[in-house]
């Protein structure tokens, strides 16, 4: 009721005064359009940070913290870009203290580019690269380069923190420059077999990876989302 009763007000007062109104209209115009440019912008700038995504996850062994995992995902028109840096420091026989970072590029769905480097104890122990120049793969590592005939990469590991691989038979290595296979373990798990006899499985809820656990001839970890939902489901 309120409305309408405004409503037949203000008609009253503008025949009342036709030249105030006008202008007033013309000012009311003006100021919506102000208003859409800004809404506009505001919903570009939006989508904008949408293609962003960031995820941190924290490294356990023995249920002791040991270290950190940063996964970044930026995605733009034809483009995804991954970078990834860790860092764990914990003890076996000796003070164990490493540092990673890596990086993935696709373009229009083919992998261009991805790189790992990895320091042990202040030494440089893995620096590897994959580019693709006029469709062969340049895969070297450290001073080393070969020359690879160009295979499909539909998904790598950098791929699998934000992408459930359900439907994918393999994904991309960065570490060892290969196709691995990628098997379906139960309800939301996936096993990825490493070459060095590691075994990495990863747990997914709404097509996040939010826990991996690592059984390797050397020790085992877990690495969990920092999200307050997060549980171990590895055990059910």
Partial sequence: MLPAILYI????????NPRHAYIMRKRFIQGGRIVAYLLAGLIVVKSLKAQDEQLNYSVYR???????LQVQCHLSPGKVHYKLESTVKTRFIILFNASAKEESIFEN?????????RKVNGHEKVNRKTELHN???????FS???TKKSFVVPLNTHGLYFREPSGYGTVYSENFQRLLPVIQKGDHAYELDLPDGSVNTYYYRDGICFQIEVHSPLFNAKILLDDPATKDYSKH
């Fill in 9 to 16: 007000a203000i008609r009253w007062w503008a025949r009342k």
């Fill in 109 to 117: 769905g083919r992998m261009v580019f991805s790189s790992i480097y």
């Fill in 135 to 141: 469709n062969l793969y340049m895969v070297s590592d």
């Fill in 62 to 68: 023995n249920d002791a913290k040991v270290g950190a």
């Fill in 144 to 146: 080393s380069v070969q």
